[in-house]
């Protein structure tokens, strides 16, 4: 459950990354070493991730940024995806979640507070647990 | 046996030498404290915990950031036989303190996070990864003498 303070936090950084999910989407998966074996998967050359993937898992946020009360209901499609076509190994989404906040703080640097970082881990967890509930 | 390429350890102690210890270490701990806040079963002596604020300013805090941090220091010093380096520590953690060694990955996630934070653009990717290298070595090395 996010708190009123941390809903501030939530809606004060993506104010600052609306607009720029395409970048940001770039450089998270630039960042993140699992990145190769999570498209190869889906039949993508590596080295070459198509750049709709990292916009797609911004534009995802966006919606769990915009539906932070019912992230369930928000992302149950995205779930299903997850859970019966992609099958992301559990275990991508931490590091994945530790890249975001890389990116974050990198660009942020001194306005990417503590109290910003412990929203955004909270919530960004929040997505993955989401995200990952109906693999089994 | 974890090994650094002659890159990873220039990304490595580039970036290391021009880190304030002490004021990373305060920060670092701190947020460790604030974002898990389940860690602070491990510092009951230390006083006032109750906010962000309050862990953030917590002289006991910074004081004990800066001994982890200076830790650190030694860890890039032997980043050729970390479990060598981190033996002693090891056996103190496990036996004495009883941390669980996913503290120390948690630990050095939020490490690279106030690098990130501190060196904006130059925390590239490359400079990242190696310093996920490192502190994922380093926590190793410290859960390797748990029994």
């Known amino acids: 459950m996010l708190s009123a303070q941390e809903r501030a936090h ?36 590596p080295h070459s991730p198509p750049a709709p993937v990292g916009l797609r898992m911004l534009e995802a946020v966006g919606v769990a940024v915009r539906h932070v009360d019912n992230l369930r209901a928000a992302l149950s499609p995205l779930a299903d995806l997850h859970a019966h076509v992609l099958r992301v190994d559990p275990t991508n989404f931490p590091l994945l979640i530790q890249c975001f906040q890389v ?34 | 046996m974890v090994l650094f390429t002659a890159e990873e350890k220039a990304a490595v ?33 230390f006083g006032n915990l109750s906010s962000p604020s309050a862990i953030m300013g917590n002289p006991k805090v910074k004081a004990h950031g800066k001994k982890v941090l200076t830790s650190f220091g030694d860890a890039i010093k032997n980043m050729d036989n970390l479990k060598g380096a981190f033996a002693k520590l090891s056996e103190l953690h496990c036996d004495k303190l009883h941390v669980d060694p996913e503290n120390f990955r948690l630990l050095g996630n939020v490490m690279v996070i106030v690098l990130a934070s501190h060196f904006g653009r130059d925390f590239t990717p490359d400079v990242q990864a190696a310093w996920q290298k490192l502190v994922a070595g380093v926590a190793n090395a410290l859960a390797h003498k748990y029994h």
């Open chain 1, 103 to 136: 990116v974050l703080a990198s660009h942020l640097q001194d306005e990417f507070t503590v109290e910003m970082q412990a929203a955004w881990d909270k919530f960004l967890t929040g997505i993955a647990v989401v995200l990952t509930e109906k693999y089994r």
């Open chain 1, 10 to 45: 939530i809606a004060q950084v993506w104010d600052l990354i609306a607009g720029h999910e395409a970048p940001f989407g770039a450089e998270l998966l630039l960042r993140f070493p699992g990145v190769w074996a999570v498209l190869a998967c889906k039949g993508h050359p």
């Open chain 2, 13 to 45: 102690t580039s970036l290391w030498g021009k880190v304030n210890v002490e004021e990373a270490g305060g920060e670092v701990l701190g947020r460790l404290l604030v974002v898990y806040p389940w860690t602070q079963r491990f510092f009951d002596s």
